[in-house]
């Protein structure tokens, strides 16, 4: 079973940036998904990245947020820009039936 671990999480400042890595310990070669979940809300799909390159974004992350992917690293990255803090969550990766664990993501000033 491939394992994921995601990292990158911490704590920015509005409008800031942060780069979140999901590595695999083995090849992912279907579609990856990004969600994230805050205190008291329920998880919400974030993006998407299909084996070929294909890319979807959620409406609220559109514009901001990059998703891509290295095969040959088996690693898919989630580029966030222009954070708000409605962007803070615990983000999560997840390849057909495996999650990682989450990182945390805390946008304030």
């Known amino acids: 079973q491939v394992q994921l671990v995601e990292s990158g999480g911490g704590l920015v400042q509005p409008g800031g940036s942060l780069r979140l890595s999901c590595a695999a310990s083995?090849?992912?070669?279907?579609?990856v998904n990004w969600y994230r979940q805050a205190p008291g809300k329920q998880r919400e799909f974030v993006a998407f990245i299909s084996r070929n390159g294909n890319t979807v974004y959620a409406d609220s992350v559109k514009g901001r947020f990059t998703i891509s992917r290295d095969n040959g690293r088996n690693t898919v990255w989630l580029q966030m820009d222009n954070l708000e803090p409605e962007d803070t969550a615990v983000y999560y990766c997840k390849h057909l039936e495996t999650w990682g664990r989450g990182t945390q993501v805390t946008v304030s000033s």
């Open positions: 083995g090849s992912i070669s279907w579609t």
